[in-house]
């Protein structure tokens, strides 16, 4: 097993453990955390979308939280969702909004889930803003594609978008299916631990095919988010808009919050759109320990953190 997903194996074993989760939650946010999670509540989150957008750069706000366990929590996180377009019209953000659809109840029961989507989806409509739904683990691949494909035939593609990930085998189907819809695609890598039954084990296969789905998108004559922060990538995107007259307007560059801050800045002075993947809430362990496991070296701040105070 290659030393990098070996890291990603452990740091996300460590990070289901119940103990772990509790006292990192308690605290993280003072000791490093909020290097990557925007604030633990949405006016907090606001203020960093706020300064974010006067840098030229815009967001997308995402209230961090996964697998709920009872149908109040998921009603909860579709309220919490629903008001982040209020705070973005309150105070004139340009952002829009990211969901994962274990956090609206997928584990529980699908057509709930699909509900509370769509309650999502119309408040973006009605709030002239758009909502993307981002890919978790690969057993619900196919239940979030049917969901996204359900919300985006009543609301429409400029209201709703998905996320796929260029480590997963089936991705170059999915993507030829949904870009026939003309759907606005986030493309990833993939963060979670995967078999090698359905996805690429090694990084060049997975980094090799993002860049071949990231062009095949953008031949078809599709919008295309490329999230990523591997120069690699983003080198080859802007090489291959400018050979082939892309314009700017028909792709934009997403990162995290907090990572590659720099490339960021430099990105939007050249004049990209770069979109900035704001997280915020009190449930942000899981999110945080998957930067971990990209990067082990993030952890190091926590426990630098640690020892200086
Ligand atoms: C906007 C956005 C949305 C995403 N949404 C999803 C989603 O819905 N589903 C999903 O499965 N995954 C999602 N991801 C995560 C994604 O799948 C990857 O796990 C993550 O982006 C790391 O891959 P990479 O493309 O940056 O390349 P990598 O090859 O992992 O990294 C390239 C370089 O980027 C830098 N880097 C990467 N990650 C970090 C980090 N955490 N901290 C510091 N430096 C780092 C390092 O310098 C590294 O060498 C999202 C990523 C982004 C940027």
Do not use: C
């Not at 802007?238 to 997403?254: A, L």
């Not at 990209?272 to 362990?285: A, I, S």
Request: net charge positive.
């Amino acid at each position: 097993m290659a030393f990098d997903q070996l890291g990603r194996k452990v740091v996300l074993g460590i990070a289901g453990n119940r103990t772990v989760t509790n006292i990192v939650t308690k605290h993280g946010m003072r000791l490093g955390a909020k290097r990557f999670i925007a604030g633990e509540s949405v006016d907090q989150a606001a203020e960093m979308v706020r300064r974010v957008n006067q840098e030229g750069l815009v967001a997308t706000l995402d209230h961090v939280g996964e697998s709920v366990s009872t149908k109040e929590e998921a009603i909860h996180a579709t309220n919490e969702a629903i008001g982040i377009f209020d705070i973005i019209d309150k105070y004139k953000l340009d952002s829009n909004v990211s969901v994962k659809l274990t956090q609206l109840g997928l584990g529980l029961d699908h057509s709930f889930a699909l509900e509370n989507m769509d309650r999502i989806v119309a408040a973006a409509k009605a709030h002239n803003n758009f909502v993307r739904i981002d890919i978790e683990d690969s057993p619900v691949t196919q239940i979030t594609i049917d969901i996204f494909k359900n919300v985006l035939a009543k609301y429409g593609k400029e209201h709703v978008g998905l996320v796929l990930q260029s480590y997963l085998y089936r991705t170059e189907q999915d993507l030829i299916d949904l870009g026939k819809a003309g759907v606005n695609i986030r493309m990833v890598k993939g963060a979670y631990k995967e078999p090698k039954e359905v996805a690429f084990p090694k990084k060049k296969d997975v980094d090799d095919n993002f860049n071949k789905l990231v062009k095949l998108h953008l031949e078809n004559g599709n919008y295309i988010a490329v999230a990523s922060h591997d120069e690699n990538i983003i080198n080859e995107t802007k090489r291959y808009v400018k050979e082939n007259n892309i314009s700017n307007d028909r792709f934009e560059f997403q990162m995290l919050y907090g990572v590659r801050n720099q490339l960021q800045r430099d990105l939007a002075k050249e004049g990209y759109k770069v979109r900035v993947y704001t997280p915020y809430g009190q449930h942000w362990y899981p999110y945080f320990s998957r930067r971990i496991a990209e990067r082990p070296a993030n952890g190091l701040f926590i426990l630098k953190s640690m020892f200086k105070g």
